[in-house]
Nanobody, 117 residues
Framework: QVRLVESGGGLVQPGGSLRLSCEASGFTFSNYAMSWYRQAPGKERELVARSVAGRTNYADSVKGRFIISRDKAKNTVYLQMNSLKPEDTAVYYC????????????WGQGTQVTVSS
């Protein structure tokens, strides 16, 4: 029923760009806060960007480089990643957090982003 599918990850050189996509299905897109998290090996999963009620928030490490956006018609959330650094290397996960039910949240399977020359 509920599914989040990330795509767009891959290998990119430092300074390059990638655009991640998260296609949502099985729930009412507009009733959920949408976020991107990332997790590198041996590290905790961290919040990268969040879109809630038209507002956006970013981790300090990605401010000015990453942009989260929504396409409501496509039920898709994007993460435009610019000026990528090796430390951005991680698995990136899409998250949907219900604005109606506190315990209702979902995760995608993750997409690998590797920044290396």
């Amino acid at each position: 029923q509920v599914r989040l599918v990330e795509s767009g990850g891959g290998l990119v050189q430092p300074g390059g760009s990638l655009r991640l996509s998260c296609e949502a299905s099985g729930f009412t897109f507009s009733n959920y806060a949408m976020s991107w998290y990332r997790q590198a090996p041996g590290k905790e999963r961290e919040l990268v960007a969040r879109s809630v009620a038209g507002r956006t928030n970013y981790a300090d490490s990605v401010k000015g480089r990453f942009i989260i956006s929504r396409d409501k018609a496509k039920n898709t959330v994007y993460l435009q990643m610019n000026s990528l650094k090796p430390e951005d290397t991680a698995v990136y996960y899409c998250n949907a957090d219900s604005l109606i039910i506190d315990s209702d949240d979902y995760w995608g399977q993750g997409t690998q982003v590797t920044v290396s020359s």
